[in-house]
């Protein structure tokens, strides 16, 4: 490893990864580290298939984003038995799962990051640390000098420094550590004058927590799992804003807040090819076994796969009780046993007593599928996090920037300092403050360079979800190509600093600078501005 690289990517999500890319596409040397053994973060080691918007197979993504996309279809046109009619389809879905139109196991999302990253590695400009998690850091006036990382494996630790230094942990963690100015949970009303935002800001107030998991199907057969610890408790829980019992398939609608029931349909008889993925049109979550369907049995040769396998991202698995973040280790700690809880206990419940459609009680066929997460326990190896610290940056994107009541369908603040777009709806899920659901029409967005600048931290950059939203903003900046676009950016913009000695807040308030570093993304196919589209 370099004894001093160009730039320290700590976290090796997406945004992380796509940092790492940019920077080593500029020339530039990059040490790259990860808490897990997997990179990837919420597509692989979270397990969550990528939440997009409609127009993703058209435009809205960067091109080095639509490169990962075309890179997961071709590791199964290669590597899979797929029907002919499937392996020709150019927007193949290999789940055919209706939350995204790019539905997949989260290996063949390792595959093509680990292929993406391969030449790098072997040009000597790429030293990746997986296993390495962020213990520490030092600053010096407005700089951050080094962060301290310790080995999972072995407990060792070791300090690393670099000119540039960017955050894509899953949680900001590198903002705590080296006292960059941040917040944490819900900010006010009063401070941020949206229509959303509680009366009172909350710092413990974030976005529920999800430990994924993937499971097939064996009618026959009987896979159910020891009865979790905390079964009891959580089979009896019932929040005071939910219509009945958690472990149930009736829920509330996320938009509506209706209660609504779900059908759970292991192994549906439809034509994979014939499902449709478009939020805008229908967000897909009312029958739980193909949301977010990552295998489809039925695109293969017959005979090939004897279940499809779907990832368990529901209603029924958010955990909202303890914070992630901020409460202190212990209460990081039973949030994480208490999620992981949640998890099986819905399992146990789909096993033993969820109602059937033939009158009969429970699933024992549902098999629990470590061998696709990649861990022992059958769990994702990390928790899906919604909410970051995030930096108090030079600009804060609120809710007057992106709510379709507020802007209309075809509004938005546009930015002279575009560096990428994105689109979802606000979409905040049941929260540890106590709220339910908060899911609102949003526009299509573009991402303003001063959103990933500190206002005080000169060579500090955050690459993912820790950028200058707001608790309420992060709903529709929290999503997959974001993160991608966010730490894309991150990376090219260091590596543009160190190449023509600017800092990243000359570049963002000087127009000529800018237009500069703007071409620089333009040529790498970084989309700055929408066409006209209207938001949903």
Request: glycine share 10%; charged share 25%.
């Amino acid at each position: 490893m370099t004894s001093q690289p160009d730039i320290l990517v700590v976290g090796g999500g997406l945004g992380g990864v796509a940092a790492a890319l940019a920077a080593c596409r500029a020339g530039r040397t990059v040490v790259l580290t990860e808490e897990t053994d997997w990179v990837g973060g919420q597509l692989t080691s979270q397990a969550v298939p990528p939440d997009e918007h409609p127009w993703v197979e058209q435009f809205g993504v960067t091109a080095s984003y639509r490169a990962l996309r075309e890179a997961i279809r071709d590791y199964y046109r290669t590597l899979y038995p797929l029907r002919a009619e499937a392996a020709a389809q150019p927007t193949l879905n290999p789940g055919a799962g209706r939350v995204s139109k790019l539905c997949a196991e989260p290996r063949a999302g390792l595959a093509a990051l680990e292929g993406m990253l391969a030449p790098y590695r072997s040009a000597g400009l790429l030293t990746l640390l997986t296993e390495h998690r962020p213990v520490g850091a030092t600053t010096e006036g407005d700089s951050v000098t080094s962060v301290t990382v310790e080995n999972l494996r072995d407990g060792s630790r070791r300090t690393l420094a670099a000119p540039y230094v960017l955050d894509a942990t899953e949680t900001g963690e590198l903002l705590e550590l080296a006292d960059v100015e941040h917040v944490l949970g819900a900010e006010s009303r009063a401070e941020t004058g949206e229509p959303h935002a509680p009366e009172q800001a909350d710092p413990l107030n974030q976005q529920g927590i999800t430990f994924c998991f993937a499971l097939s199907h064996h009618e026959g057969e009987d896979h159910t799992i020891e009865k979790p610890a905390d079964y009891d408790f959580w089979r009896s829980y019932r929040p005071d804003f939910w219509p009945g019992p958690l472990l149930g398939f009736l829920a509330p609608d996320p938009r509506s807040l209706e209660a609504v029931p779900r059908t759970f349909v292991p192994n549906p008889e439809q034509d994979p090819l014939a499902v449709s993925a478009d939020q805008s049109a229908d967000a897909g979550d009312k029958e739980l076994f193909g949301f977010r369907r990552i295998l489809a049995r039925k695109l293969h040769r017959e005979g090939a796969f004897g279940s499809d396998i779907t990832l368990v991202n529901w209603p029924l698995n958010d955990y909202w009780l303890k914070p992630l973040i901020g409460g202190g280790e212990k209460t990081t700690a039973e949030a994480v046993r208490e999620a992981k809880q949640l998890s099986l206990s819905v399992l146990y419940w789909l096993q033993t007593e969820a109602p059937r459609a033939d009158g009969g009680k429970g699933f024992p066929g549902l098999r629990l599928r470590p061998d696709v997460m990649g861990t022992e326990d059958g769990l994702a190896k990390a928790p899906y996090v919604r909410e970051s610290r995030r930096i108090k940056a030079v600009t804060t994107v609120t809710e007057h920037d992106v709510a379709i009541d507020l802007v209309g369908p075809t509004g938005g603040t546009r930015y002279r300092d575009a560096v990428g777009v994105g689109s979802y709806r606000i979409d905040l899920h049941p929260s540890t403050g106590g709220d339910n659901y908060v899911d609102i029409g949003s526009v299509p967005f573009e991402i303003p360079l001063g959103a990933l600048l500190p206002r005080r931290v000169r060579n500090l950059l955050p690459a993912g979800k820790n950028i200058g939203t707001t608790h309420i903003t992060n709903g529709c900046y929290r999503l997959h190509p974001v993160e991608w676009n966010i730490g894309e950016v991150a990376g090219a913009l260091a590596a543009h600093c160190i190449d023509e000695g600017l800092t990243p807040r000359e570049v963002q308030a000087d127009d000529g600078r800018f237009a500069d570093f703007a071409g620089l993304l333009d040529r790498s196919g970084v989309e700055r501005h929408w066409p006209e589209v209207r938001g949903y």
